[in-house]
T-cell receptor, first 113, second 110 residues
């Protein structure tokens, strides 16, 4: 168990809808990262927060947004969903930079029909 | 930008040794990580290198050459449960995010 909690585990929704994915980092970790993994694709970095502030942004679509709250949990909001958004969405947390590895949650599997 | 290359697939025999290579080109470098990922599951951390040389951890070892932009993961005494995807990732020097390669799908045969 990595200590990173993601909810829900599975989400099935229709095109055009909006969903929210939730992540609670490991106790003490200030950094939260969101990644997308489509079928046969590698892990694509979306966005990083550190102690409530946005730290880095990857190829995140404008339809997607995220935030980190004062209690350090994070939410990823996906709107105007398209079929191509179907993927595994992982949240990870770390204590910092350098040798601190990212610890991944079990992911949310999103299916857009 | 970042570019990370690793072979797509490899096959090896139970009990044998396998080496998974990774080459990278990055605009900044702050360490290289290897992760293991079973299908549909979370990636799990295996090893970290930031200085040149070999890091050994039980059946797993990882090597780094910063001048060549090259790393490898060595798995010894292969077991069936080692069948998984192995991901090479580089940490940049802006914020700490990891950029992942596409992964190498390793199949261990009896």
């Amino acid at each position: 168990d990595s200590g990173v909690t993601q909810t829900p585990k599975h989400l099935i929704t229709a095109t055009g809808q909006r969903v929210t994915l939730r992540c609670s980092p490991r106790s003490g970790d200030l950094s939260v990262y969101w990644y997308q993994q489509s079928l046969d694709q590698g892990l694509q970095f979306l966005i990083q927060y550190y102690n409530g502030e946005e730290r880095a942004k990857g190829n995140i679509l404008e339809r997607f947004s995220a935030q980190q709250f004062p209690d350090l949990h994070s939410e990823l909001n996906l709107s105007s969903l398209e079929l191509g958004d179907s993927a595994l969405y992982f949240c990870a947390s770390s204590a910092g930079q350098g040798g601190s590895p990212l610890h991944f949650g079990n992911g949310t599997r999103l299916t857009v029909t | 930008g970042q570019n990370i290359d690793q072979p797509t697939e490899m096959t090896a025999t139970e009990g044998a040794i396998v080496q998974i290579n990774c080459t990278y080109q990055t605009s900044g470098f702050n360490g290289l990580f290897w992760y293991q990922q079973h299908a549909g599951e979370a990636p799990t951390f295996l090893s970290y290198n930031v200085l040149d040389g070999l890091e050994e951890k039980g059946r797993f070892s990882s090597f780094l050459s910063r001048s060549k932009g090259y790393s490898y993961l060595l798995l010894k005494e292969l077991q069936m449960k080692d069948s998984a995807s192995y991901l090479c990732a580089v940490r940049d020097n802006q914020g700490g995010k990891l950029i992942f390669g596409q992964g190498t799908e390793l199949s261990v045969k009896p």
